[in-house]
């Protein structure tokens, strides 16, 4: 339990410099929590088959094949197919492309838009701080899943709208922790010496704090894209998702509702693939953020004692 | 004194209240096209006549500054004016208030039985700590997290409604006209919402409670040789579930989006079906006043919470 302790010190403090031992202790962190390795086994495992899936599918993914319509699962079609004969492991496969973009997009622009905001108020603090608070009030005060569903809805549905209805609601969190991250990393004596070294302060913000805030921005990354995936898939089975030619596991169970009696795997198996998605982060995020809590760590230590 | 916090609460939400109306406001013109034909709901190439078209123009006063434009919108908000919906042909607040109720009964049914489920679970879960009920306790929490709304909301329609054929799978009954097929209806939709929330609850709760048994209170009734059950259930869950409030009022904002899923999933005529609805005939003055009137709810929800808060708990000084 001890050494454990000093590993989670580690990721936390650690300047950026050392990246290979961040990388060993990222694996350590793996092979010591059950739930984050499961969680990463499977978010690999969904990468892989979002970049390579589509390059080794058997079957076409739009061709309709009329012969063998609505077919239950068998050796030829493992998971079906759906009502105009096409091969529904494909468009699973096709449709973890979709969610992954989707998904890495918007939380790279939640990030990108609400870190500098963060980052501004902190810095400049009086009453720039007060007003960016004040707006990231307002926002964080909208239901996030009905507001992307009204951005989208109004602005009509592309990769672009889609990122930025998602990120929107996302933004405050990051404009927060960066915030607070700030203000806590300011004082520190790192922070004098780059300065008393004449670093300017884009610099030190850059080189010298950001590296040392990354640890919680890390969990919330993850746990964003959770909520992504989720919301993604979300929009689409309303009807409000990307159209052709993208194919999202959201509007396949869409199209399935009508024959869940005739056809149920068409549903379920692209749930499935959601669920275990959207499982897989949760997982990680939760494990991350459970080793670099340390509240969280000390509970954890006495239940293992 | 709790009126002078409540005041100074309100105050506090103004400048949080003149964000949320300049974001709905200028989201309003993110929509392509002429605002005039938008607002009439005539965007796909639709003919309307001159007269129409100068009176909405008129009345959303294009032709002056933007900022009395926004000033202008927000003095009607102010005064309960949301706009008058195209397609229902009446005001928007109208249209919201038909559609409240049957939405109060999912929500608010929902998160009595999620409580009623999640409390007792999360407790039994902590003193549990580290047995197969906890974690049994710990995997319903990751499912509920995982498991998307709208999909849980099919397999339940699939197994209740499609294959055991127990309870119909869409629509709404009031309970004035009959009661039993009212419930008959919300059963499944409240089960899904009741689902989702019990999850978050039950984390809580269940973290909550490992944290307050290591307090110094619990050693001290343990002490003084109260019995372990009086302990715990009386002295710790009190305590406990100061938090479990907290977040059973922080989640209305995630509700209104679990609402407008579930709603949309049953074909159940609420205010998330509404919005739905309006997105799909594009008639905007409702989709952009059921936001309103959503955050709207938020807000004052938390409000209450907060209020509340200071009232449950002596220890919270109104500063």
Redesign the interface.
């Known amino acids: 339990m001890e050494a454990r302790a000093t590993d989670d010190s580690s990721i936390f403090e650690r300047p950026a410099s050392q990246a290979s031992s961040v990388t060993r202790s990222i694996i350590a962190f793996a092979g010591s929590d059950r739930r984050g390795m499961v969680g990463g086994i499977l978010l690999v495992l969904y990468i892989l088959v979002a970049l390579v899936g589509p390059a080794i599918s058997l079957y076409d993914l739009n061709a309709p094949d009329l012969g063998v319509r609505m077919q239950a699962p068998s050796w030829a079609h493992w998971l079906g197919t759906d009502r105009i004969g096409r091969d529904v492991l494909t468009r699973i496969i096709a449709g973890s492309q979709v969610s992954l973009q989707v998904a890495v997009g918007a939380v790279v622009m939640a990030l990108i838009l609400g870190a500098p905001l963060g980052a501004l108020g902190s810095y400049v603090g009086g009453a720039i701080d007060a007003l960016v608070q004040?707006?990231m009030?307002?926002?964080?005060?909208?239901?996030?899943?009905?507001?992307a569903?009204?951005?989208v809805?109004?602005?009509?549905p592309s990769v672009t709208m889609l990122w930025f209805a998602i990120a929107f609601s996302s933004i405050p969190r990051y404009a927060r922790l960066v915030r607070s991250g700030v203000l806590t990393q300011k004082e520190r004596e790192y922070v004098d010496a780059a300065r008393a070294m004449g670093q300017s302060p884009m610099r030190i913000l850059l080189k010298q704090i950001l590296p040392n805030i990354m640890a919680p921005i890390a969990v919330q990354l993850t746990l964003d894209f959770?909520r992504a995936i989720?919301v993604e898939?979300?929009l689409s089975?309303?009807?409000?998702g990307l159209s052709m030619p993208y194919i999202s596991w959201?509007t396949m169970?869409r199209d399935a509702?009508d024959f869940?009696?005739v056809a149920?795997w068409l549903?379920?198996f692209p749930?499935l693939a959601?669920?275990?998605v959207?499982?897989a982060f949760?997982?990680v995020g939760d494990a991350l953020r459970d080793r670099m809590d340390p509240r969280m760590r000390r509970?954890l230590s006495?239940?293992l004692a | 004194m709790l009126m002078r916090y409540a005041a100074m609460r309100l105050v506090q939400l103004i400048p949080m209240a003149l964000v949320v109306t300049l974001v709905v406001f200028f989201v309003m013109m993110i929509v392509p096209g002429d605002p005039v034909m938008v607002m009439l709901g005539a965007v796909d190439g639709a003919q309307v006549s001159r007269e129409v078209y100068d009176a909405m123009r008129l009345r959303l006063g294009l032709d002056q500054p933007l900022i009395i434009q926004y000033l202008n919108w927000l003095s009607n908000l102010l005064q309960g004016d949301l706009g008058t919906s195209i397609t229902h042909r009446t005001s928007v607040l109208e249209v919201i208030l038909l559609r409240l109720v049957p939405t109060m009964y999912l929500m608010v049914g929902g998160l009595i039985v999620a409580v009623i489920i999640a409390v007792p679970a999360g407790v039994l879960a902590a003193i549990h700590n580290n047995t197969k009920w906890d974690h049994l306790a710990t995997a319903f929490v990751v499912a509920g997290i995982s498991v998307p709304t709208f999909w849980l909301a099919l397999v339940v329609i699939l197994i209740f409604a499609v294959y055991l054929g127990w309870l119909p799978s869409i629509g709404y009954t009031r309970p004035q006209e009959d009661f039993v097929d009212f419930l008959k209806h919300i059963a499944l939709p409240m089960s899904v919402v009741a689902l989702n929330i019990a999850a978050t609850v039950l984390r809580f709760q269940r973290q909550d409670f490992l944290e307050q048994m290591q307090q110094d209170y619990v050693r001290t009734a343990r002490a003084k040789g109260l019995s372990e059950r009086l302990v715990l259930w009386k002295h710790v869950l009190r305590n406990s579930l100061m938090t479990t409030f907290t977040v059973v009022g922080l989640q209305m904002a995630y509700l209104s989006g679990l609402i407008t899923i579930v709603e949309s999933v049953f074909n159940y005529p609420g205010i998330g079906y509404l919005l739905l609805n309006s997105i799909r005939t594009r008639d905007f003055v409702v989709v952009q006043g059921v936001v309103l009137f959503m955050v709207f709810l938020v807000i004052v929800v938390n409000l209450m919470v907060d209020m509340l808060y200071t009232v449950l708990d002596p220890r919270i000084r109104y500063r």
């Open positions: 004040r707006v009030e307002g926002i964080m005060a909208f239901p996030s899943l009905v507001l569903l009204a951005l809805a109004l602005a009509g959770a989720s898939a979300s089975y309303l009807g409000l959201g169970i509702q869940l009696e149920p549903a379920i749930g959601l669920a275990g959207i499982l949760t997982l509970s006495r239940r």
